[in-house]
């Protein structure tokens, strides 16, 4: 790069401009993705250029990344995307920081920490010090710098604006299009848009500055030759830890035997001890689950810190870490009993659908905590915990949150069709996105879906189509979404069917008049 630092100037630059075209004034869509493949696809290439290889290793991490940076145009639910956008970064992240050396999957937590303040460093200073390197390089080769006269230039602009102008007003008399897309030019060169053209060519230039130092940061700082050391080396004595870990273990145990009656009774003990059936199934999971993750964070603390001098001590010491992680694994299944019981009664939300998948991943990290324990390879489990954390993170659209909703609270309001009792909460399928949607209508085309639970499910849709038309705003090929794509076609197919169901606007809140004369509001006020 620095045989040809103009090449890397322009590219940077036109990556910061990129992102203005892509982005201002832009719905989240497509334009992220094509950003970050833009990203890579010139990272690369100046990389390359200068013959500097990936290793193998970092190349992995181009699948996820890819993954996630499709996740973010292709599922509309909040927390997909929101996870989708957070493991794209970290995943660009890990790639600059791991480019030549590859050794990510090694990495410790003080790693991640350090390396991530190496990579912010980069961005803010390297660009700097490679202007300086370049021009030590030139003074020491004896290259003079070139001189530059910028009057010939500005005397070229004096000339050639007036003729621009005569031969572009006759062009925009000759052609109606053309005349307007010169009024627009001169409109958004207006003196009332300057701060926002100020704005956004000082961002554009952040933008360019900051890629030029992960550019930069890859092609120096990545080889990976010395990780991190333990960041806390072990101080506590044998005694005191077992003390502590073993006075846990018993107060799990006891918790387990006392709580040993609920787990296979469902719902014939709910109302032991005088708790309600809402009691029981709500409260508790979320202490439940709170506390696993605390009792990990203890028993990996512990771990660290803990001076083990003999093999009898690591034995006992791993023996009391099997029957914590033993506990928690007996405890998060009764969390998972109480979040059951709790979806039985009222139907899948999005919070306790997050829950469910979270208890399962949290489930397997606690296993291959004390296998590593036990295997003495406590250094491994950052890469089990970012392995868990990507495996949540995949499963969410995998799973398609809000669709996966629709369908569990529809069948379980067909099951209760059938046994006289109707509760379909259908005004909380107006808070879920697009992704819902397609569902949601081949639901209600369903000819095995009973009348009463169609014309609640139609409601929603004739809400959700009202919603939707609310927004003029016209879209933009930056914001392409596939999600908005899919819910378009699928209220398309019903558009006649929904005619039926009047929308009445006049006072707040919108309601709309079923078919059957019910009135079904558009509006929600939902807490989990």
Same mark, same amino acid.
């Given at each position: 790069?620095?045989?040809?630092?103009?090449?890397?100037?322009?590219?940077?630059?036109?990556?910061? %401009?990129?992102?203005?075209?892509?982005?201002?004034?832009?719905?989240?869509?497509?334009?992220?993705?094509?950003?970050?493949?833009?990203?890579?696809?010139?990272?690369?290439?100046?990389?390359?250029?200068?013959?500097?290889?990936?290793?193998?290793?970092?190349?992995?991490?181009?699948?996820?990344?890819?993954?996630?940076?499709?996740?973010?145009?292709?599922?509309?639910?909040?927390?997909?995307?929101?996870?989708?956008?957070?493991?794209?970064?970290?995943?660009?992240?890990?790639?600059?920081?791991?480019?030549?050396?590859?050794?990510?999957?090694?990495?410790?937590?003080?790693?991640?920490?350090?390396?991530?303040?190496?990579?912010?460093?980069?961005?803010?200073?390297?660009?700097?010090?490679?202007?300086?390197?370049?021009?030590?390089?030139?003074? @020491?080769?004896?290259?003079?710098?070139?001189?530059?006269?910028? %009057?010939?230039?500005?005397?070229?602009?004096?000339?050639?604006?007036?003729?621009?102008? *005569?031969?572009?007003?006759?062009?925009?008399?000759?052609?109606?299009?053309?005349?307007?897309?010169? @009024? &627009?030019?001169?409109? %958004?060169?207006?003196?009332?848009?300057?701060?926002?053209?100020?704005?956004?060519?000082?961002?554009?230039?952040?933008?360019?500055?900051?890629?030029?130092?992960?550019?930069?940061?890859?092609?120096? /700082?990545?080889?990976?030759?010395?990780?991190?050391?333990?960041?806390?080396?072990?101080? !506590?004595?044998?005694?005191?830890?077992?003390?502590?870990?073993?006075?846990?273990?018993?107060?799990?145990?006891?918790?387990?035997?006392?709580?040993? /009656?609920?787990?296979?009774?469902?719902?014939?003990?709910?109302?032991?001890?005088?708790?309600?059936?809402?009691?029981?199934?709500?409260?508790?999971?979320?202490?439940?689950?709170?506390?696993?993750?605390?009792?990990?964070?203890?028993?990996?603390?512990?771990? +660290?810190?803990?001076?083990?001098?003999?093999?009898?001590?690591? #034995?006992?010491?791993?023996?009391?870490?099997?029957?914590?992680?033993?506990?928690?694994?007996?405890?998060?299944?009764?969390?998972?009993?109480?979040?059951?019981?709790? @979806?039985?009664?009222?139907?899948?939300?999005?919070?306790?659908?997050?829950?469910?998948?979270?208890?399962?991943?949290?489930?397997?990290?606690?296993?291959?905590?004390?296998?590593?324990?036990?295997? #003495?390879?406590?250094?491994?489990?950052?890469? +089990?915990?970012? *392995?868990?954390?990507?495996?949540?993170?995949?499963?969410?659209? !995998?799973?398609? =949150?809000?669709?996966?909703? =629709?369908?569990?609270?529809?069948?379980?309001?067909?099951?209760?069709?059938?046994?006289?009792?109707?509760?379909?909460?259908?005004?909380?399928?107006?808070?879920?996105?697009? &992704?819902?949607?397609?569902?949601?209508?081949?639901?209600?085309?369903?000819?095995?879906?009973?009348?009463?639970?169609?014309?609640?499910?139609?409601?929603?849709?004739?809400?959700?189509?009202?919603? #939707?038309?609310?927004?003029?705003?016209?879209? /933009? %090929?930056?914001?392409?979404?596939?999600?908005?794509?899919?819910?378009?076609?699928?209220? +398309?197919? =019903?558009?006649? &069917?929904?005619?039926?169901?009047?929308? #009445? &606007?006049?006072?707040?809140? =919108?309601?709309?008049?079923?078919?059957?004369?019910?009135?079904?509001?558009?509006?929600?006020?939902?807490?989990?």
């Amino acid at each position: 790069m620095k045989t040809n630092p103009n090449k890397l100037w322009i590219l940077v630059f036109a990556l910061g %401009w990129l992102f203005d075209f892509l982005f201002w004034n832009m719905k989240p869509g497509i334009n992220f993705a094509i950003f970050v493949t833009t990203c890579l696809v010139v990272a690369f290439y100046l990389l390359l250029s200068d013959g500097l290889r990936p290793n193998r290793t970092s190349l992995m991490l181009l699948p996820l990344l890819g993954f996630f940076a499709a996740v973010t145009f292709i599922r509309a639910e909040p927390m997909t995307t929101f996870l989708a956008y957070t493991f794209t970064i970290l995943m660009m992240t890990l790639l600059a920081v791991s480019y030549l050396g590859g050794r990510w999957v090694l990495y410790t937590l003080a790693d991640y920490v350090g390396k991530s303040i190496q990579l912010f460093g980069s961005m803010v200073g390297r660009p700097i010090m490679f202007i300086t390197d370049i021009r030590k390089e030139q003074a @020491e080769a004896g290259a003079q710098p070139a001189k530059r006269n910028i %009057w010939p230039v500005v005397r070229g602009i004096a000339i050639a604006l007036p003729i621009i102008a *005569i031969f572009a007003s006759l062009l925009a008399s000759a052609d109606v299009v053309f005349g307007q897309r010169l @009024e &627009d030019l001169i409109k %958004w060169f207006n003196i009332e848009n300057l701060p926002e053209l100020i704005f956004r060519f000082v961002y554009i230039i952040i933008i360019g500055y900051a890629f030029t130092g992960v550019v930069l940061h890859a092609a120096t /700082q990545s080889k990976d030759e010395k990780l991190s050391a333990q960041l806390i080396p072990p101080f !506590l004595g044998y005694v005191e830890a077992n003390i502590v870990l073993g006075s846990v273990v018993a107060l799990f145990a006891v918790f387990v035997v006392i709580q040993f /009656q609920y787990f296979f009774g469902g719902t014939t003990n709910i109302h032991v001890d005088g708790y309600t059936y809402a009691e029981y199934a709500r409260r508790g999971f979320g202490e439940l689950v709170t506390v696993a993750f605390f009792a990990l964070i203890m028993l990996l603390t512990l771990s +660290a810190i803990t001076k083990r001098d003999t093999e009898t001590q690591r #034995r006992v010491f791993s023996g009391l870490g099997v029957a914590l992680v033993a506990l928690l694994l007996v405890m998060l299944f009764s969390a998972f009993k109480r979040l059951g019981l709790y @979806e039985e009664a009222y139907g899948f939300s999005r919070l306790r659908t997050y829950t469910h998948v979270f208890l399962i991943w949290l489930g397997l990290l606690l296993i291959v905590t004390i296998a590593l324990e036990i295997l #003495r390879k406590e250094h491994m489990f950052t890469f +089990a915990m970012l *392995i868990a954390s990507l495996g949540f993170a995949i499963s969410l659209p !995998l799973l398609n =949150v809000d669709a996966f909703i =629709v369908n569990q609270n529809i069948q379980r309001e067909i099951h209760a069709e059938a046994n006289d009792s109707t509760n379909l909460d259908a005004e909380y399928f107006l808070d879920l996105s697009d &992704d819902a949607v397609p569902t949601l209508v081949s639901a209600y085309l369903s000819p095995t879906l009973p009348d009463s639970v169609r014309e609640r499910v139609g409601a929603s849709l004739a809400c959700i189509r009202y919603q #939707r038309g609310l927004d003029d705003r016209k879209p /933009q %090929w930056q914001s392409f979404h596939f999600a908005t794509l899919n819910a378009d076609k699928a209220l +398309a197919s =019903v558009q006649k &069917d929904l005619k039926a169901y009047k929308i #009445r &606007d006049v006072n707040y809140p =919108v309601t709309v008049l079923t078919p059957a004369g019910e009135e079904f509001p558009c509006t929600t006020y939902y807490y989990d």
